[in-house]
């Protein structure tokens, strides 16, 4: 066993042993479920590996067949434990032959009665668990098949009782069918097992009209059983090209003939999708089928019947007017077509690409959306014409027919609109580029209908139009009313919210650029439309500054690209941005500062002019007063980071920032500020601040006193490891300042000290790090490194720690600071040029109040006391919880006290990394580790007349 010795195993015969009592109860299953991880964990190793902790349970599990031989009553619990741990410890088939030798299996399945179809669904999914288990192997296999088990997972995949039965036992059957592919006899038993249900249905359309309800209800064991049969031809014809499962189902069920009837006989929805899926695997099937041996290339015939199929299924959901089903159906295909070209690339004998056709048909309802006065926009020409080159004659029919019946038929547009937009966003994964970039443009042309009329449009299209068609045709043409007509933004928001949901999605996922979509450069512009509307709702408008913010970020517009000062809807989206800063609704101003601080982040180097941008509506202004001000505390946050963007730029520094003390702000947030959000950026704009801009001793000792706070007694470990970032770049600049550049040392620097250029020797290297080090302690950062390090109160600040200490480590050892060196070496010469000086300390401490900090310094520098923190904080708490500033000015002192000397001890003489490790370990096992759930589950026994809480 790996982490477990014989203690360990004595325990667990004991907790084994408890099971096997009358009067047992089980207060919680939990813990049963953490010990059946910990067992598969520390079986998963061949049979040979921990023999002794696997004799553990090999022993008692015929020991407990004996038991229930003998008639005690076995509780549910027990029998779903022992039934998955059978399974576990089964997997291996040397054990499954030490357990199969005393009949383990047969006795089991007899005493615990799993024939049973009354069963609860608890030990119905343990049972189906194990068999899945028992068939990972040969031997296990043949048992199963032998004994007939199996059926009783057909009878629960058939049932159809809980989700999770009815799943366990499709992959249960789907499995074994491909492991025993080449036992016909067998694979032929449990398909007609399987398909009985289907082969005994007698299909009468009248009865199907007349009573489809009633006859749904009735016939759930046959909806079960088309389920299945799905779940079967999923899971097994795209495996392999030789895989025979799906042709043995098909032909002895005669599958295809059957479905057929039952795909025409229907007409509701309901049914539907219970053959829908099943009737495209066996089109797919038969494709297969056609792809010639040792070659990649489709027989022309086999691919014409498939053709052929794809329009017989859409003919026939058309003359039944689902059009969502019929997107559905265009979804389902092309899934499956990426499945097989995932087994073999092929080459059909047709020349338009096969995705090409199905995501035509798939955005044909969004398209009769489109509003009759953006028809004749030159962005859309080029789309249709896009379409009409890539789509076949047959699939264009069909697009005309679905138009026509979307037209003619009084159908929900805005639901199956947004039931088209789904199913373009689930198949986004598997969509290729140029699929992906149709899909985005369909969304874009919908999008554009949601705007306002514009007279001129209207027009022009009018004008165009009569050029080319007698008036009466034109009026005939364009007598549909597009739903989108009036004032959509209003009647429509369900549809919007799906355009903007669906937009910025493909947007974040293909990154598209205007050179393939022409598209991309209006998104800005049809954002900021409907950002303008005064009656939007606040999620529509959540979603139309999330638009804005990817747009701006991945849609640089060729005259941006090209860095040409004015863009007008830039000069447009300017006061509207403004406008929606000061929205009654908190969600809308949190968006608008997001999209602020993209704008900044761009104009740092990207697009520097968005700075003028920035200054003309007078946004970092209006950010501090948010922060002042707002009473949303993701709002303060979200200015805050704003704010920490744009202390970057220089520009925007010097005309707008200098003139507020952000300082004094952000440390006032700090100390009064209850939401750890908004402390959290205070930290991280302190940090930007030091790092950015200049400042004098003073302001500096400010900065330092509030990080060290932070770093140490914040409530929230963001704050704290925002804190530490500052504390990184601190350690920086002292080593900047003393000469390294990109964490080494030149030759050669120039000597602030000496006034000259100095050849760097390892003496001199010493000399600066302990220069910076002596500096580094007195600013207190050495002595938060230590204790932050030890934190006890969460591991991402020990973690923070220990990678700044880690680091600088790895420079001290590499100049060799670890070596004693002489008493010259040693003593560091303080530059007087050097800004960066110690904070006093309040007052002078005791003799007592001293020995004490030293009795401290030395706790912290001990590297195997894990403990500190903790018993520091435990001494200076007081009955509220909180610490006083006496308390508080105490443990500054201590930190203050860490010298250079204390520093190097602690670090050189502790492993860092291996402390975070056995730290992250202990964490992550303390509650659930193999030993407390053992000891656990004994004392919930032993003090069974107390109420016991389930702690996990």
């Known amino acids: 066993m790996n982490s477990c010795g014989k203690k360990n195993e004595d325990v667990l015969a004991q907790v084994l042993d408890l099971f096997l009592l009358p009067d047992y109860n089980v207060v919680s299953t939990t813990y049963l479920d953490h010990l059946l991880t910990h067992i598969a964990e520390n079986t998963k190793e061949c049979a040979t590996v921990n023999y002794e902790y696997c004799e553990v349970f090999q022993k008692w599990i015929p020991k407990a067949l004996v038991v229930w031989e003998s008639g005690q009553k076995v509780s549910q619990p027990v029998i779903t434990f022992t039934l998955k741990l059978v399974g576990i410890i089964s997997r291996h088939e040397l054990r499954y032959h030490y357990w199969q030798c005393q009949d383990v299996y047969n006795r089991l399945y007899k005493i615990l009665q799993l024939h049973r179809d009354d069963l609860p669904a608890s030990i119905k999914m343990a049972y189906t668990t194990m068999l899945s288990d028992l068939i990972a ?348 007509e009036g004032d959509p933004i209003v009647d429509y928001p369900v549809l919007l919210a799906s355009l903007l949901d669906g937009l910025a999605i493909m947007t974040e996922k293909f990154k598209l650029k205007w050179q393939e979509c022409v598209e991309t450069i209006c998104v800005l512009s049809l954002a900021q439309g409907i950002l303008n509307h005064s009656g939007i709702l606040p999620m529509i408008c959540v979603k139309a500054l999330k638009l804005c913010e990817l747009a701006i970020h991945n849609f640089m517009p060729p005259n941006l690209a090209l860095l040409v000062d004015s863009d007008s809807h830039m000069n447009g989206i300017g006061p509207m941005l403004f406008k929606r800063l000061h929205d009654p609704n908190w969600e809308v101003r949190d968006s608008v500062l997001e999209v602020l601080n993209t704008i900044a982040t761009i104009s740092e180097d990207k697009y520097p002019a968005f700075q003028d941008f920035l200054l003309t509506n007078q946004f970092p202004k209006v950010a501090v007063e948010i922060v002042k001000t707002d009473g949303e505390s993701y709002v303060r946050a979200s200015a805050l980071t704003f704010i920490a963007t744009i202390v970057r730029i220089n520009k925007l520094w010097e005309q707008q920032l200098s003139q507020v003390d952000l300082t004094e702000m952000a440390i006032y947030l700090l100390e009064n500020e209850s939401e750890a959000i908004v402390r959290r950026e205070a930290v991280n704009l302190i940090k930007e601040l030091y790092v950015h801009q200049k400042w004098s001793k003073e302001v500096i000792d400010s900065m330092l006193g509030a990080m060290s706070v932070a770093a140490v007694f914040d409530l929230h470990w963001e704050v704290k490891t925002n804190a530490l970032t500052f504390w990184d770049h601190f350690v920086k600049s002292h080593l900047t300042d003393q000469g390294m550049l990109d964490d080494s040392f030149p030759n050669v620097t120039f000597s602030k000290e000496h006034r000259k250029i100095m050849a760097l020797n390892e003496t001199e290297i010493k000399r600066r790090l302990n220069k910076a080090l002596d500096e580094l302690a007195r600013q207190s950062c050495l002595g938060v490194l230590l204790v932050t390090l030890k934190d006890d109160s969460d591991f991402e600040v020990c973690k923070a720690s220990a990678t700044i200490i880690d680091k600088l480590k790895s420079c001290l050892l590499k100049y060799k600071l670890d070596e004693p060196s002489s008493p010259a070496e040693n003593s560091a010469t303080i530059d007087t040029v050097y800004i960066k000086e110690t904070p006093p300390v309040p007052s002078s401490p005791s003799d007592k109040e001293t020995r004490n900090a030293s009795h401290i310094i030395e706790e912290i520098v001990d590297a195997n006391d894990a403990n500190l923190l903790a018993a520091i904080y435990k001494s200076s708490m007081n009955m509220d919880g909180e610490m006083t500033t006496e308390e508080e000015r105490k443990m500054l002192h201590y930190i203050s006290s860490v010298t250079r000397q204390d520093f190097l001890h602690a670090i050189f003489n502790c492993d860092i990394n291996a402390f975070i490790e056995e730290k992250n370990r202990w964490l992550k096992t303390y509650t659930s580790s193999f030993e407390s759930i053992l000891d656990d589950i004994l004392t919930m026994y032993k003090q069974k007349d107390i109420n016991s809480m389930d702690c996990y």
């Not at 069920?253 to 539907?272: G, P």
């Not at 070209?341 to 690409?353: G, R, S, V, W, Y």
């Not at 789904?422 to 699929?435: A, C, P």
Request: net charge neutral; hydrophobic share 45%; charged share 20%.
């Open 137 to 484: 192997h040969r031997s296990g296999r043949q048992w199963v098949i032998k004994s007939g088990v199996w059926r009783d997972v057909v009878k629960c995949a058939h049932w159809n009782h809980t989700m999770y039965v009815t799943r366990e036992s499709q992959k249960f059957l789907s499995t074994l069918l491909l492991h025993e592919q080449k036992n016909i006899e067998a694979c032929t038993e449990i398909i007609l097992a399987v398909a009985a249900p289907l082969m005994n249905n007698t299909p009468d359309t009248q009865l199907h009209q007349a009573l489809e309800e009633t006859y749904l209800e009735q016939n759930r064991l046959l909806c079960a059983t088309l389920d299945l049969l799905t779940s079967i031809l999923e899971n097994t014809l795209f495996v392999s090209l030789d895989n025979s499962i799906p042709e043995l189902l098909e032909r002895l069920v005669n599958l295809e003939m059957r479905v057929k009837a039952l795909f025409e006989a229907c007409i509701s929805t309901r049914f539907l999708q219970h053959v829908h899926k099943l009737l495209l695997l066996l089109l797919f099937l038969k494709l297969k089928q056609g792809i010639r041996k040792h070659t990649n290339v489709i027989d022309a015939d086999a691919w014409h019947k498939f053709c052929y199929g794809l329009c017989y299924i859409s003919m026939m959901l058309l003359s039944k007017k689902y059009i969502i089903e019929l997107v559905k159906s265009n979804k389902f295909a092309m899934v499956y077509w990426k499945k097989l070209l995932a087994l073999q690339e092929i080459i059909t004998p047709e020349e338009h690409k096969f995705e090409h056709q199905g995501i035509a048909l798939m955005i044909l309802p969004l398209c009769v959306c489109i509003k009759k006065n953006h028809l004749n926009h030159d962005f859309f020409d080029m789309f249709i014409n896009k379409l009409f080159d890539l789509t076949c004659t047959t699939v264009q029919r069909l697009a005309y027919n679905m138009r026509d019946i979307i037209r003619k038929g009084d159908l929900p547009m805005e639901q199956i609109c947004k039931v088209s937009i789904d199913l373009l966003l689930e198949i986004s994964d598997i969509m290729d580029r140029d699929v992906a970039v149709i899909a985005f443009q369909a969304l874009c042309h919908v999008l554009k209908s949601y705007m306002p009329d514009l007279c001129g449009e209207t027009k022009n299209h009018v004008s165009s139009n009569m050029n080319s068609t007698s008036p009466s045709e034109h009026l005939r043409k364009f007598h549909y009313k597009s739903i989108l």
